[in-house]
Structure formats: structure tokens, C-alpha cells
């Protein structure tokens, strides 16, 4: 589940499309600001935490050669006339450091950016097991967080990966490797400018995706044009409703109070199925199998 | 020269909005669009491009197939997955380390630069802009911001004004981090939603980690005025002036359609609100 800016109504979506379905893991991805949990009514328990290694230096081996700092690519460790000094926040923990040392003065420790968590009960009356990554306040390591998180996918579930907004690295990291996307968009200048972006990114890494309008009633229709020339399917429209959005400021997820909605999301599951299953064989017929 | 960023937790806040607004309203800025991840900023104010300068950002791991022998020391040594099996760079894990350069025997890896987006200076109908575009894929975006930054100062200096307004990216990770270092106010701006209370801790929690003064903004917050006065209370106890409150209005997104700022879209109730809001961040500014 990706869109290209936040605030488009994407974790609504993918909240309540885990809880209408069955069998179903949701990963929150966006672990710079996780907020799933907040619609699940989740009490979360912290199941790992995310280490990078940092180097630490032995002040009694170095001569202050330099050889580290100069290879060093993102000015993580300094060296001066009799002094050396590393700055965690910019190591990524790549280990070439202590590789190139002459002197063997370097080691690692394991320095935490962040942790893992899990509901610690399934979702009400649900088959949803939930899972979220939090990025500790001052680390930039986004990526390194979700890539640990999405271990815990299990395959014989339905996954969804709840990404975090942008089209940058951690977008990538949380989208790659998805049988399918699901775009949210909202029909408006920004919202349409920030679906094309994403849609770049996702053709990119080539997964099959399709489009959700959110607040469908709000602008005008050009995404649905859009949409209609390129061949993508519009999967679901979601029209702006005064109760969807009292019931988002509340942290309530809406399909525990429109029941009608469950079956839709049911059905959203099915139509990607046949669309996946139609592409699948798309591609053996190009294949001339 | 004074420097204010406009932020939010999440994105559709209203963040945008209020800054495109802002720029319209300060008479003497520059503007600085630090999200570079998906700016939307220029649709409003739609830039005219004066001059563009290429951004690298980190490098990448290069392999000579011809010399490779597929020894795999490479793989093995790569911290980041980011060596297939059949010895290939996947660019898009690769960190540019240069650890894999460095093992490999046959010296079959090379580190090149890779252009990673570029940054523009700009005319606006407000005043001079600094802006970018991060490439599909790229990370370094604090890096990008932090060049954002500069452009911005040395536009300000050149033009003689004395704002920077900076139009800060979603999150509170790196580029959030350089778009808010050194300035002398944000502006947060939330919705009264139990992710929104939730988000705005956080982001808060980044700007008194680096000790900037911050001002609150709750955009919406007539959709629930109960999370509304919590809000309110929260900056109560943690010492946050609330800048102001924004109803909910239909003025931003017809604004928007028109490409246009709400200030200059209607002189209607919501903005002179807005209005409201920009004298007390001035206020604040000053003082
Ligand atoms: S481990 Fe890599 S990133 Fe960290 S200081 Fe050493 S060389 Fe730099
Ligand atoms: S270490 Fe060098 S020779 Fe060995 S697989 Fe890697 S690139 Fe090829």
C-alpha cells in the first residue's frame, strides 16, 4: 500500500482492508511516524531491536594513520594529528573501517536505531497479526529498520506492507519484492502529481498495481481520466464522508462501523486476484507458451 | 536573516497549503521547498527556473563483468544484501560503501558517482525560490535539503531579504532533521486526530532535541474539538505557544484546483484566519 504523499487516507485504507480479510499480516513500514496501531486498539510489545554495528576505536593500537577516515565514504570517523573521532549517527555500519586498518584497532558494537514490535493479541475477533518498526527520534537510518521488519513476513498469509509516504529509499525498501501495489491517490492537483510520481517508482521495479481514490467527490476527475487512458484499474472509490473522517480523528477504524464496507474490500481482494491472475497470463502468451 | 520551517508529522496536513499561503504573505523571503521527496509546492507557485545544479549524492558499486571471476568474496562481505548470488549490483540496496571495491581480488569494482537529482534557483510571483528533485530512488535527501538550505541563504543574501520560509518534508527522519537544524521557529501544523496528537509528539520531540522554538498550528480542528483541546492542553504543559486554529474549509482544496494560494483564491473568512496565524508567527519571529 503506497502513495506518493500522506495525509491521502492510505493507512486507513490498509487498516481496514486487514481487518475486513482473512488470514492476513499488517506491517506498518512507516517507522519514522508508525500510527496503525493507534486504529487497531493494539497493545504492542517490542520483539527486537534494530542494531547497526559502530566501530569503536583502541586508542592504545592506533597510530593515527588516517587509512579509515580515507575510506570511509560517508565521513563517519575523523582523524586528527593525535586525536580520532567517529560520529555513530552518520556510520552505516558498512565495516570497512576496521578492514582497512593496519593496526587492528578497530571493533564493532551494536548500537540500536530502533526496535520491532508486535500486537501482543490478534486484532478483536480477527485473523490479523500486526507488526510495526519504530525509528528511534534523531536516527536516519530509515531503511535499515524496515528491512528487519519485513522478516517477519510470513508467506502463507496475505501480507500488506503499509509504506511510509515519499518516493524515496524507504518507499523502495517497503515495496519491493510485493506481488502487487495498491495505490491511494486523492483526485487533486497535488494528489494527481504525487500518484504520476509514484507511479514511476512502481514501474520501475515493475509490480503490477492499481489505484484507490480516496475522498473520490473532492476534486475533479482527473486521475480517473488518467487512469482510464493509461489501462490502469481504478480498484475501489472511497467518496469524502463526514463519518469516515469523524470516526479517523477518533482512531476508529470505519468497517467495525459500516459493516457494508468489509465486503468491498473482500471484493478489492478478489479483483486483484484477477488482475494478477489475467496479467500472469498476459505474460506466458507473450512469452508464446 | 531569520529561517522558519513549516512542518507537520504526516503529510496532508494542510502543510503546503499554509506555506505556499505564507509566502504570499511575507513580503520580503525566500522561499525554500525542503521536501525533496514530493515537493508540491511549485504547482502552486510554479517556479520559473533561473539556474539548475546536478546533485550527487552517494556513490555506487560498479562491477567489471570481464575481469569478475565470481569468487563471491564480494557478496560475502557486503553488509547490505546488495550482491546477487550471480554477482550483481542491485543499485537500489547498494550504499557505496566501497567495502566489496576494497575485497575484491581481481580489483574488478569501481565506486561511481550516480547523479541523484538535481536543485534549482527560481523566480516566483513571491520572490526568489530554492527548490530540487530527488531522483527515483535515491536516498541522501538530508543532503539535498542541506544544499536547498544554502541556495535559500544565498539567494536571501543577494536579494537583500530577510526571511527564509522553508516548506519542511513529511516525517522525522533525516531531511526533516536538515530542513529544521539552526532555524529559529518551526511551525508545526496538525489535525486533531489520535494519529495527528501522535505524530506531532513525536515531531516536537525532534525540534526540543535540537533546541528550536516551536509553534503549534491545528489545522481542521472543528472535525474534533475534543482531540482539539487536547492538543491545546499538550502545548499548554510543554510550554508551546498555538500559533492558531484553522476550521475546516473547503477554501484550501478550491485554492488549490485554481493553482492558486488561499490568500490569493478569496478574501474570505479562512483567510484571513490564516492571516491571523501569519501575525502571530511574525510576532514571534521578532521577538
Ligand atoms: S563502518 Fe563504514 S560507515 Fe561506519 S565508520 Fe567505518 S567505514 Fe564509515
Ligand atoms: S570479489 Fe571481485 S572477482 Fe570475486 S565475485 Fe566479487 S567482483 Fe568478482
Redesign the interface.
Known sequence: MAS?????GK?TVAVNFALSIEDVQLFDCDV??P?CH??LGLDLEKIEDVNI?VPIVDRTKCDFCGKCSG?C??NAIAVLPEDILVFPALC?????CA??CPKAAIVYKNRSIGIIEKAKEKAKGENLEFYSGA?N????L??AVIKVLKKYADESKTVIFDA???????V?TSV?GSDYCILVAEP???GF??LL?TI??IK?LGIPFGIIINRSD???DRVEKYCETEGIPVLMKIRHDREI??L????IPFVSRMPEWREKFVQLLDKIRVQLASEEAGNLKEAGT | MKELTVISGKGGTGKTTIAAAFASLAESAVIADCDVDASDMHLILKPEIIETMDFTGLKVASIDEIICTGCGICRDACKFDAISNDIRIDVYACEGCGVCAYVCPEGAISLIERKAGYACNSETRFGPMAHARLGIAEEASGLLVAVVRENARKLAEKYDRNLVLIDGPPGTGCSLIASIKGVDLVLAVTEPSVSGIHDLERILGVASHFNIPAMVCINKYDINEKNSRVIEEYCKEHGIELAGKLPYDDTPTKAMMQEMTVIEYSDGEFSKMVKGLWENIKKKLDG
Open positions: 506518493g504523499k500522506g495525509g491521502t493507512t519514522e511516524e500510527d493507534l486504529f554495528l575510506f565514504q560517508f552505516h555500519g558498512c565495516g570497512g578492514l582497512v525509528l527520534i534523531g536516527e536516519a530509515v531503511s511510509p509516504p515519499g518516493t524515496t529509499c524507504p523502495i519491493r487533486t492537483l497535488f502529481h504525487d510520481l514511476d517508482v520501475k473532492i476534486g475533479d473522517a469523524r479517523y480523528s477518533e482512531g
